[in-house]
């Protein structure tokens, strides 16, 4: 028998940052993970799809856009098994920094496979056989979630392959089926695309990303993708697939039509599902909602007042730093501060080619909550920067209140849009106007002036690109007080 003042189950970036936070804080921590440290996004999620999608675009930079700019690149080539290497090297660095933090601010790390014996006890069932009880005065879950299997495509790590395997192969396929095109197929695809895989995608809905991000940035990745030689098909549901050889033929039912696509290899990529069904929490009584997320208050407190719920288990968005962010939370409310989750925006990127980054509303999402909006947008075709980049595609598009100025949402797609959008973040929880940002400096030549210069575009007098004067708006108008 264990006891502990903190139990963390999880070590993903909910889970690490939470530990080290309540150990900040003077609390006793124990740290439960069934792997290794720092989750999916460190081991086989965000860091080494990152590291891979780097590499496909240098590949794809030297053999698209250095010769406009007179370099000869010669024949290029990938050796995906050193590729593999250095992609593990990185994840290496990264979780074993984050093993040397959880030590040096004194959280125990205990490898098992943790489920709640009752609301204060928990068993571990360690890999060497052995079943620990850990007793705490407080539990925090932050285990996480997994990819969805659909009917006929069960995951096979050979030809039905889930995001893990796909960060993993040490061959090109020729060809790859991507079903699903959200967030992680059109990462993963666009990825394999550069590195010469025929990619085909294989989508339900109406368009890719349909209703997840502003529409006009789905369209340039799409148009990107199309150019690039990649098969989108949409209003498609995949039904099954045959096997004959090494080649693979998925049926799929387009507008109610069956049709096949040839492949070697099948991604499935149709949402993650949250781990809330491995830990023995209906014995406890702790509820989950219909879609298997833990419910949690604002301060991430699930109706069992000592045990906590945070990341992508407790509801969406499921994203890494929304994560880190709830575990702060939950560790302060432990040690006793008066903390609530109370954010205006959770930013999101999505790395594809170019990138989408947005933060806040988009203009449909304002119109409905009531707003009458203005909108500035500035192309990264008229920034000097993104010009000597070869990033010419894309644009910076603000959301304002027509009534006040004040900054609703921002969307960006484009080249290292990644980068430009946490300006927008902290301009949308500072409750900021499209003034304060256009009599922000922002250094030159560089991407986020154009978060300046779409700033004025919303205001209606942009510098580096022509709008028609709006009479209705004076030059320079001072915002009514907030
Ligand atoms: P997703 O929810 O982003 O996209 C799934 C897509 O699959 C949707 O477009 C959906 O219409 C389609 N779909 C569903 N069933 C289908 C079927 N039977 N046939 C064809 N299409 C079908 O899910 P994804 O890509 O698996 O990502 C899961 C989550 O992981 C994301 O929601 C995101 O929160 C997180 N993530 C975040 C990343 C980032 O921050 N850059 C990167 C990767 C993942």
Known sequence: MKQTEVCVIGSGPGGYVAAIKAAQLGKKVLVIDRDKVGGVCLNCGCIPSKALITAAGFYDKMQNGA????????????????LQTW??????????????????NGCEYMTGEAKFKSPKELEVKTADGKTEVIQATSFIIATGSRPIEI?????????????????????LPKRLAVIGGGYIGLEIGSFYQKFGVEVTIIEATKGILTGVVDSDCSQVVARKLKKKGVNIIVNAKAISFKKSGSDLS???????KEQTVATDKILVTVGRKPNSDQLG????????????????????????????????????PMLAHKASREGIIAAEVIAGKNVVMDVKTIPAVIFTDPEIASAGMTVEEAQSKGFEVKVGQFPYAANGRALSMLESEGFVKIVTDKKNN???????????????????????????TAEDIASTIHPHPTLPEMMMEAAEAALGHPIHIFVKPDRERPLRPTSPPR
């Open 87 to 104: 992609k593990q090297g990185v994840v290496n660095k990264l979780t074993g920094g984050v093993g040397q933090l959880l030590k040096a």
């Open 151 to 171: 009917p006929g495509f069960a995951f096979d790590q050979k030809n039905v392959l889930s995001s893990t395997e796909a960060l993993s192969l040490d061959d």
């Open 250 to 256: 998925v049926t799929i039912s387009v507008d109610g």
């Open 406 to 432: 004040v900054v609703l949402g921002v969307h960006i797609v484009g080249g290292e849009a990644s980068q430009v959008i946490s300006e927008a973040a902290l301009a949308i929880e500072m409750g900021a």
């Open 281 to 316: 929490l209906s014995a406890i009584g702790l509820k989950i909602d219909a879609k298997g997320f833990i419910q949690v208050d604002k301060q991430l407190r699930t109706n069992i007042s000592h045990i906590f719920a945070i990341g992508d288990i407790a509801g969406q």
């Open 67 to 82: 010769a406009e700019m007179g370099i000869t690149a010669g024949k290029t080539s990938v050796d995906m098994t050193k």
